[in-house]
């Protein structure tokens, strides 16, 4: 008898999940845990907060929480809120599995988050779970959370209305870290069909809006503040400083030094 001996190495562990049902009373625990907790809920609302964002949680959306952060109430449970919890961790080694996975999403085939959590939580309590069954068991829900992220707008939703929604976002958000994926996860949107959006509206893409909103507020600040260049880079969401010394020279023909120099001596001229 010649048996099949395989070896996958995943890259994460599975610890332990649960149901949690509300009665009413409570709410989430202020507390910094270790590992990563997957959150699916099923019924109702859970209001969470992470550091200094706040998350509600609806019906068939999930929330992975990250290890080391803060996580508290952002309200009282209510009464009639159900959802599935899963703790997991991340293991340090090589990977050819690459997954996308929305921090906050609605699931497109809740059914089938359902049924894999249900799975694992009957092997879990009759002591039938094994480590390997418990992680491929956890890959397939991360699985079903990142395929959730490809779909469409919301019929009721139209192209310009979304379009509009990442350009207010790039216009309060400029300063952080920011780009197509983090916009997209933001709105629970595609990243491709956000983009395609976005240019069929504006003629541009966002990463051309980011820069351009981003290089225009750092002509103000070079013009209007006593803040050095990098101070300047910093300041519009450039954490290279180098890289935005040579957007700002391609886009105004002079180096922001020498932008700022001149209309200093301009300024002068005009008095």
């Not at 480590?131 to 310009?160: G, I, K, R, W, Y």
């Not at 820069?211 to 103000?220: E, I």
Request: hydrophobic share 40%.
């Amino acid at each position: 008898m010649n048996d099949l001996n395989l070896s996958c190495g995943l890259p994460l562990e599975a610890k332990n999940a649960g149901l949690f049902v509300s009665r009413g009373k409570g709410e989430h625990p202020d507390r910094v845990i270790s590992t990563h907790e997957l959150i699916f809920v099923t019924k109702g609302v859970l209001s969470i907060s992470e550091g200094n964002r706040v998350f509600h949680v609806h019906e068939s959306e999930s929330l992975i929480l990250w290890p080391h952060r803060r996580h508290k109430a952002a309200s009282p449970f209510g009464p009639d809120l159900r959802f599935y919890w899963l703790h997991f961790a991340l293991l340090e080694r090589e990977s050819k599995i690459s997954l996308m996975i929305p921090q906050h999403i609605k699931i497109k085939r809740p059914d089938h988050l359902t049924s894999l959590f249900r799975r694992f939580l009957d092997d879990q309590e009759g002591n039938n779970l094994t480590q390997v069954a418990a992680n491929l068991l956890v890959m397939l829900m991360l699985s079903e959370v990142a395929d959730s992220s490809h779909f469409e707008a919301p019929a009721d939703e139209s192209a310009s209305v979304l379009a509009s929604r990442v350009n207010a976002l790039i216009r309060t958000h400029f300063h952080e870290k920011l780009n197509t994926s983090i916009i997209a996860e933001t709105l629970h949107r595609n990243p491709d069909y956000l983009g395609r959006v976005f240019k069929d509206i504006y003629g541009h893409t966002i990463t051309d809006a980011i820069n351009q909103f981003r290089l225009k507020q750092a002509r103000k600040l070079l013009l209007e503040s006593e803040q050095k260049v990098d101070e300047v880079a910093l300041s519009c969401g450039y954490t290279d400083a180098g890289y935005f010394r040579r957007l700002f020279k391609r886009s105004e023909g002079i180096s922001p030094k020498r932008f700022k120099s001149l209309h200093a001596k301009l300024h002068v001229n005009t008095e």
